[in-house]
């Protein structure tokens, strides 16, 4: 029998609950010198144009192409109507998105930080979206019931931001009952 000591087999269980320990134990956290920096910090995003322009030539105009359904002969007839309608909501949509960052015009900049701001521009982007759930189902009643919560957030923006201006006919050419008229 062999009485000698072979130290390899302790040493083997003192390296094996070593590294049990080790990776049962929490992580430290890390020391300031450990953490990453980024190589340089994200250019802050902002419109290339102002809020007033934005409205009066993309989303005024998209959102009575959705609003005209409700008017008589302006129904959607066919699947290119639906799409129209489907296309003019996602418009709308993404500039519920996009005006929640800072403009170009002079009040753009405050009016993009404060909350009823943002509150507007996500119910109209919510608006929008059902908008183009009913135009998807080719439901006109859900239509009119999300052109109806569109004009909400709209006259609540205005009525906060924008009370003694009107939009309204500022770049539009004729009335949008006669740009959008249906054959």
């Known amino acids: 029998?062999?009485?000698?000591?072979?130290?390899?087999?302790?040493?083997?269980?003192?390296?094996?609950?070593?590294?049990?320990?080790?990776?049962?134990?929490?992580?430290?956290?890390?020391?300031?010198?450990?953490?990453?920096?980024?190589?340089?910090?994200?250019?802050?995003?902002?419109?290339?144009?102002s809020y007033n322009e934005l409205m009066v030539t993309w989303i005024d105009n998209a959102s009575h192409v959705l609003w005209d359904v409700e008017k008589p002969g302006f129904e959607p007839k066919n699947d290119a109507d639906w799409t129209e309608l489907e296309d003019h909501a996602i418009q709308v949509s993404a500039a519920g998105t996009l005006i929640q960052l800072p403009g170009l015009g002079p009040?753009?900049?405050?009016?993009?930080?404060?909350?009823?701001?943002?509150?507007?521009?996500?119910?109209?982007?919510?608006?929008?979206?059902?908008?183009?759930?009913?135009?998807?189902?080719?439901?006109?009643?859900?239509?009119?019931?999300?052109?109806?919560?569109?004009?909400?957030?709209?006259?609540?923006?205005?009525?906060?931001?924008?009370p003694q201006l009107p939009s309204e006919g500022i770049i539009h050419q004729r009335p949008h009952s006669e740009s959008h008229e249906k054959q």
């Open 1 to 49: 029998m062999n009485t000698r000591y072979d130290g390899s087999k302790h040493s083997i269980v003192a390296v094996i609950a070593g590294l049990l320990i080790t990776a049962c134990s929490p992580t430290p956290p890390p020391t300031p010198d450990a953490t990453p920096q980024p190589a340089e910090a994200a250019p802050l995003l902002r419109l290339s144009t």
């Open 107 to 162: 009040n753009d900049p405050v009016w993009s930080g404060e909350a009823g701001w943002k509150t507007n521009a996500q119910l109209m982007a919510e608006a929008a979206n059902e908008a183009l759930a009913a135009a998807k189902a080719r439901q006109l009643p859900a239509l009119v019931e999300a052109n109806g919560k569109l004009v909400q957030a709209c006259v609540g923006c205005h009525k906060q931001f924008k």
